[in-house]
């Protein structure tokens, strides 16, 4: 429950904001990426196919293949096989 509550609240403090970062998870199984925000940390669950919209004001992504990427928000990125592409 609290895990749906915190991807509601960062979709809507995305979705105020263009200037965010669009994460696509293209694998066939979920991921589970952390990202920190000022200094606060928070796992973000994508399922096979869906995007989400995040870090309208930068933050730090580690993906599932153990890398942290730092994110300023416009980036689209795609989750392959537990690695981000970045575009």
């Known amino acids: 429950m609290a895990r749906i509550a915190v991807v509601l609240l960062l979709s ?3 979705a105020e904001r263009t200037n ?5 998870n293209t694998d066939t199984a979920p991921v589970v990426l952390v990202l920190t925000e000022s200094g606060n940390k928070v796992q973000v669950v994508l399922d096979p196919g869906a995007s989400e ?5 930068g933050c730090f992504m580690t993906t599932p293949d153990g890398d942290r990427i730092g994110l300023d928000g416009g980036e ?12």
């Open 76 to 87: 689209t990125i795609d989750i392959v096989k537990g690695a981000a592409v970045v575009k």
């Open 12 to 14: 809507l403090m995305a």
């Open 53 to 57: 919209t995040l870090c309208p004001s």
């Open 20 to 24: 965010a970062a669009s994460v696509t």
